[in-house]
């Protein structure tokens, strides 16, 4: 029997990593679309355990994730209509803001030249908000264009959910019904769902807790940056980071340094308390990815996606990694990477993490 040439493998690894560049390439270049098809599927693992649940009960397909479908539009329309109601109301009191930030720049200047320090020419009066929020408005997508999106992934997501039941069937069949195969793909796909509905979890609490904080402080907007902070949780590490510095902007204003050091503490105490106990509490197990594959996949889906992949991120990179585990070629690379672990089959409680805000 002829011998295999010794360059087939390499060559043909060669061909897969030009074409996985070709790939990406393509996905940034239709970003609205991979965007919209990403969203949809995120929002389908969240949902689908409900849908589920109401079929175990006796409810007709259709009709359970019909319920669902409303519901969560409810709830979606109820969050955007509070987003653009603050919003609103933040551009309203801006001439409120600006005399606030120009007393608040002046007592500041003042404490400069009684401390020595030369300011030179800068005036308070420069800056104006009004200018940022004229930026921010120009840049931003039109309720038009958002009402659309939102319909688009809305549809995508229905038909999602009433597919999801019959893909194991047709996992069997391209699979040859090889079982451990079917098995392996539906303990990954499992642990996929987990970690999105726990990271959403999580942040529903950091949100709700966040706002009711500053809600309680009497913060300009406190609903508004409460939103911001649940949506921008799923960034890893920065996230929350960003999502604090408006409410911390906001609490300078309104009651000077001390308003602004309650925040950054009121964070520092929420980041501790939900990223740690309250995350392992609705974790079936510690979700422990490398710092460096997390950071590295915020930067690449951010640069391919903008911010959705951001958010996104690393529920995309597992995705990925599922499908390099999937195959006998490219399992190596998470081997490499240290995350082979996660699609072991480890039972609850079981992982070797060193800490869960790690996966986020």
């Keep these: 029997m002829a011998k295999t040439p010794v360059l087939s493998r390499p060559l043909g690894t060669v061909v897969l990593l030009t074409a996985a560049i070709f790939l990406i390439i393509g996905i940034q270049a239709i970003s609205y679309i991979v965007t919209l098809i990403v969203v949809s599927m995120i929002l389908a693992m969240i949902a689908y355990p409900a849908a589920k649940a109401l079929r175990k009960r006796g409810l007709p397909e259709g009709v359970a994730v019909g319920v669902v479908a409303v519901i969560a539009s409810l ?15 933040l551009i309203a009191d801006l001439p409120l803001y600006q005399q606030e930030l120009t007393a608040r720049l002046s007592e500041a200047l003042a404490f400069l030249d009684r401390s020595g320090i030369e300011t030179g020419s800068f005036s308070p009066s420069a800056v104006s908000l009004e200018r940022f929020a004229g930026f921010l ?41 090889r079982t451990e195969t079917v098995e392996a793909f539906s303990r990954m796909s499992r ?27 009497g913060v300009h907007s406190a609903i508004l ?15 929350l980071i960003v999502a604090a510095l408006p409410a911390v902007f906001f609490a300078w204003l309104q009651f000077g340094p001390w308003g602004a050091i309650a925040v950054i503490a009121a964070v520092a105490i929420l980041n501790a308390l939900v990223e740690n106990p309250i995350f392992a509490h609705f974790a079936s197990r510690r979700f422990d990815i490398p710092a460096l594959v997390v950071i590295l996949s915020v930067i690449f889906w951010g640069w391919a996606l903008g911010v959705a992949g951001m958010i996104f991120a690393v529920p995309l990179t597992l995705i990925v990694l599922m499908l390099l585990q999937a195959s006998e070629d490219w399992a190596w690379v998470n081997t490499l990477l240290g995350v082979d672990h996660l699609f072991m089959g480890v039972s609850p409680g079981e992982g070797s993490g060193v800490g869960a805000p790690e996966a986020r």
Excluded at 75 to 89: A, D, G, H, N
Excluded at 147 to 167: D, W
Excluded at 195 to 207: M, W, Y
């Design 75 to 89: 709830l979606l329309l109820l969050i955007c209509y509070t987003v653009l109601f603050s919003f609103e109301s």
């Design 191 to 217: 642990f996929l769902i987990d970690f999105v509905i726990v990271r959403t979890e999580a942040n529903l609490v950091h949100g709700f807790l966040f706002g009711a904080f500053l809600w309680g402080m």
């Design 137 to 177: 408005s120009s840049s931003a997508v039109s309720i038009a264009d958002l009402l659309l999106y939102l319909f688009f992934i809305a549809v995508t997501t229905i038909f999602m959910l009433l597919e999801a039941p019959r893909m194991p069937e047709r996992l069997r069949k391209v699979t040859g019904d």
């Design 225 to 239: 940056w409460g939103v911001l902070t649940f949506l921008l949780a799923y960034i890893p590490y920065i996230g």
